[in-house]
């Protein structure tokens, strides 16, 4: 295992009283995916917002309060669909595990 750190980038500078965050970590074999995409699709299932994770794995999205899908694609491994609820005051903090096919 690497020395990456664990769930999503630093939360420093960020104001939790005005934002919603989900962020979290992409990792497959307990090690971090670079250059995975996570994709924001809203409670209907329409695609919202698309961002690659870092070197370490990590994303972040700003979301407006409510019901979240989070899509996370890389090559050769299944896509992972996960739900999760954001609301303002907190982060939501995430670890997608991609398994191969």
């Known amino acids: 295992m690497c020395g990456a750190t664990r769930g999503g980038p630093s939360l420093d500078g960020v104001d939790l009283e005005k934002e919603s965050v989900i962020q979290g970590i992409v990792t497959k074999e307990g090690e971090p ?11 209907t299932g329409e695609f919202t917002a698309e961002v690659p ?32 609820q954001a609301q303002r005051g907190s982060a939501v903090d995430i670890e997608v595990t991609l398994e191969a096919v």
Do not use: K
């Open 33 to 43: 995916v670079g250059n995975a995409y996570v994709r924001l699709l809203d409670a």
């Open 53 to 84: 994770t870092s070197a370490t794995g990590q994303f972040r999205f700003f979301a407006a309060p409510g019901q979240w899908t989070l899509r996370t694609l890389a090559p050769r491994v299944q896509p992972v669909d996960r739900r999760v």
